[in-house]
T-cell receptor, first 114, second 116 residues
């Protein structure tokens, strides 16, 4: 199984809503990532978890709250978002070994904030 | 941190022609250089990668070359086909020294169009 699965595929939320994005992988990867991708732009890193602990936070606003409840799951909790937060949110995972290896991406959640 | 520049931003070729996309990076400690292909509405998928101890790597019609001295690497696609049409991103790790995971910095992307 070389899949990273994200749910939901699409999400529309109001600026006062609270919602969560979910990501799951069963490849035994111990590094998991959240990226944000705007249209016609490259993915931009938001957070990195390694061994279920937050290791990188790219100065992301607190209205985005990541959570890694176990080695297979990664969540992104959303609260009080702004319209400019509308984007494709990509989850990825990679193994933690002695060398850099492929990061596998999920198909993304397309988020629209209204 | 790492800075990755990618050129050209758009590339249009006829089917059967070759396509070359170039990237430069700034962090001399970077040691891993992946190329991702992203079709419209889909996830980025790795098509080839190269490590800093190798100068060239090939996989069928795709090849990547790396010049560590000049800090640039290139993607070469031969005998292009319409299904090669997509956005291609190069990437390099930030703060690669001593780690094997973490932040990948992506280039701005190249929109490749292959005309039948």
């Amino acid at each position: 199984d070389t899949e990273v699965t994200q749910t939901p595929k699409h999400l529309v939320m109001g600026m006062t809503n609270k919602k969560s994005l979910k990501c799951e992988q069963h490849m035994g990867h111990r590094a998991m990532y959240w990226y944000k991708q705007k249209a016609k732009k490259p993915p931009e890193l938001m957070f990195v978890y390694s061994y279920e602990k937050l290791s990188i936070n790219e100065s992301v606003p607190s209205r985005f709250s990541p959570e890694c409840p176990n080695s297979s799951l990664l969540n992104l909790h959303l609260h009080a978002l702004q319209p400019e937060d509308s984007a494709l949110y990509l989850c990825a995972s990679s193994s933690v070994t002695g060398v850099w290896t492929e990061a596998f991406f999920g198909q993304g959640t397309r988020l629209t904030v209204v | 941190g790492e800075n990755v520049e990618q050129h050209p931003s758009t590339l249009s070729v006829q089917e059967g022609d070759s396509a070359v996309i170039k990237c430069t990076y700034s962090d001399s400690a970077s040691n891993y250089f992946p190329w991702y292909k992203q079709e419209l509405g889909k996830r980025p998928q790795l098509i080839i990668d190269i490590r800093s101890n190798v100068g060239e790597k090939k996989d069928q019609r795709i090849a990547v070359t790396l010049n560590k001295t000049a800090k640039h690497f290139s993607l070469h696609i031969t005998e292009t086909q319409p299904e090669d049409s997509a956005v291609y991103f190069c990437a390099a790790p930030s703060n690669a020294g001593g780690t094997s995971y973490g932040k990948l910095t992506f280039g701005q992307g190249t929109i490749l169009t292959v005309h039948p």
